[in-house]
Structures are given as structure tokens and as C-alpha cells.
């Protein structure tokens, strides 16, 4: 497996998406519900695509259920992450330093060893896209405290994507085909955590559906499509590779936070696109 010009543009749009439904969840007024309200529009979405998608393979379905699983501690970390800090700082943490961990595991888990220059790439990315986390440094004690909340919550979060990231490359590998995996996948991957804020909060994230259903539904359909993509390159090149390269999503992570966000020092973050970019090309030399 090789990573081609067509594989690395359409992770690169799955990057984008994923940047936006992240700055979905952080620009609305309630982090777990948001969070809650995309996990239960995917099943929502998903449902109806089971009509004309065929049931992945039986041999994929452990790998299902085992990330359906890992991904309430996904959500719960993630709306944690968003609550204390910025998408700025939380995000890029989350996305940088997950690669790093598939990269390590990788040869372990799926039995995928990367050349010189692949490894190259990977560091120069999860490098690149970790100096975006703190470009802007800490402004004040109270603003400390809060920086590392969600440090350690993103990554909690770093950890909790490289185990699904894993599972996921693997599972797809056998599921007959990337578009049986993702859509079978959403139905019941948000259900869960979704469910236990409901129960926790039924009527709080009923009126929150009420009146924010729509940004619930947008969310939940970049979601579904940004790892969709991602699923679909893992069956062509190394699982490690596509985790590196979806993690560009912090460069529009970081312009989204500084531009729509305001959460300034744009300036700053550019020598982490910088080293970012000169992976990219790392990745392809």
C-alpha cells in the first residue's frame, strides 16, 4: 500500500470536515450537549443508508462493537476538553499527539512498518500540529488552570483516538468494503454516550435539541463523512500514514479558532503549518 495524490487530497477534505464539526461542538453554548446531539443525529443520519449498504462482513463486527465502546470515553473527553479551553489548544493536542501513538503501535497491531521517510512525516506533523497547541502561551492563573484541564483532557483524548484508530484500521481491513464499515458503524457508535446524557439529562438536552437540531444534524453528517473518507484510505496505505495526514485538520482547526473563533494568535501559529506542510511533503517524497 502506498499513499497516492488521490488518497492524500481526499484525507485532506476529511481533515477539513473534521475540523468543522469541531468547531461546531466548541462554538455552541453547551459542549456535552452539542456533543450529544451529533452522537445521536449520526444514528439518526445512518439509519436510513443500512437500506441501501450492505451489513459489513461478520469477522468485523468484534471491531465494531469494540469501538462503538471506546468511543463514550471519546465524546466524554472531548466535550471535557472543549469546556475547559480552546479549540485551539485542546484540538491540536487531541490530533497531535494520537498519530505519534498509531505510529508506535502500529507495526504491533497490524503488522504495518514505516519507512524513514514516512516516520519523517509523521513526526514533522504531529510536531507541526502540538506548537499550534501552545502558540498563544497561557494568559493569566486562571486562564493556567484552565490550559491544563484541557491539556490533560485532550490527551486523554490523544490516547482514546489512537485506540480507535487502530481498531478501526484493522476492522475495515475485513469488513468487505469501507462504506459497509462507516455506515454500519454509525448507527449504533453514538448511541451510548448519547443515550447516558439523555437519561443524565433528559429534559435539558430535549429543549437543547428543540431549538439546536439542525447543528446537531450538520455535525453528525461531517462527522460521518470526514471518517468515512478516513476508513476508506486506511484500506489503501498504512493505517499510520492516513492518522498524520487527517491530522492537518488542526490547520483549519487553528484558522477557524483564530478568525471565527477569536481566539486569536494567527501569527503565531504559523510555523506549526509550516512544519505541518513540510511533512506533507515528507510523506510523498
Not at 88 to 96: A, E, L, Q, V
Not at 225 to 235: E, K
Not at 250 to 278: C, D, Q, S, Y
Request: proline share 3%; hydrophobic share 60%; aromatic share 10%.
Amino acid at each position: 500500500m502506498e499513499l497516492t495524490f488521490g488518497v492524500t487530497f481526499a484525507v485532506l477534505g476529511a481533515a477539513l470536515l473534521h475540523a468543522a464539526w469541531n468547531a461546531l461542538i466548541k462554538s455552541g453554548r453547551d459542549p456535552l450537549l452539542d456533543t450529544a446531539l451529533v452522537a445521536l443525529s449520526g444514528t439518526l443520519v445512518a439509519l436510513p443508508l443500512t437500506l441501501f449498504v450492505e451489513a459489513p462482513a461478520r469477522e468485523s463486527w468484534p471491531y465494531i462493537l469494540a469501538t462503538v465502546v471506546v468511543h463514550v470515553g471519546y465524546y466524554a473527553a472531548l466535550a471535557a476538553a472543549y469546556r475547559a479551553g480552546d479549540l485551539s489548544h485542546g484540538y491540536p493536542i487531541m490530533r497531535g499527539v494520537a498519530p505519534l501513538m498509531v505510529a508506535l503501535v502500529s507495526g504491533l497491531w497490524i503488522g504495518e512498518q514505516l519507512a524513514a521517510g514516512a516516520w519523517t512525516g509523521v513526526v514533522l506533523i504531529s510536531g507541526g500540529v502540538l506548537s499550534l497547541a501552545f502558540a498563544g502561551g497561557r494568559r493569566g492563573e486562571a486562564a493556567g488552570r484552565n490550559a491544563a484541564a484541557a491539556t490533560r483532557w485532550a490527551l486523554a483524548c490523544a490516547a482514546i483516538i489512537a485506540v480507535y484508530t487502530l481498531i478501526d484500521g484493522a476492522g475495515v481491513r475485513v469488513s468487505g468494503g469501507a462504506e459497509r464499515y462507516a455506515v454500519w458503524l454509525f448507527v449504533f457508535l453514538g448511541l451510548p454516550f448519547g443515550l447516558a446524557v439523555l437519561a443524565m439529562k433528559r429534559g435539558v438536552l430535549l429543549r437543547h435539541a428543540a431549538q439546536y437540531w439542525r447543528r446537531g444534524v450538520a455535525g453528525s453528517m461531517m462527522s460521518g463523512l470526514a471518517y468515512g473518507i478516513a476508513l476508506w484510505a486506511m484500506t489503501r496505505a498504512p493505517v499510520a500514514i492516513v492518522a498524520a495526514l487527517r491530522e492537518t485538520s488542526v490547520i483549519f482547526g487553528a484558522l477557524i479558532g483564530a478568525w471565527l473563533l477569536k481566539e486569536g494568535h494567527l501569527k503565531a501559529r504559523l510555523a506549526g503549518a509550516a512544519a505541518v506542510l513540510a511533512g506533507l511533503i515528507a510523506l510523498k517524497l
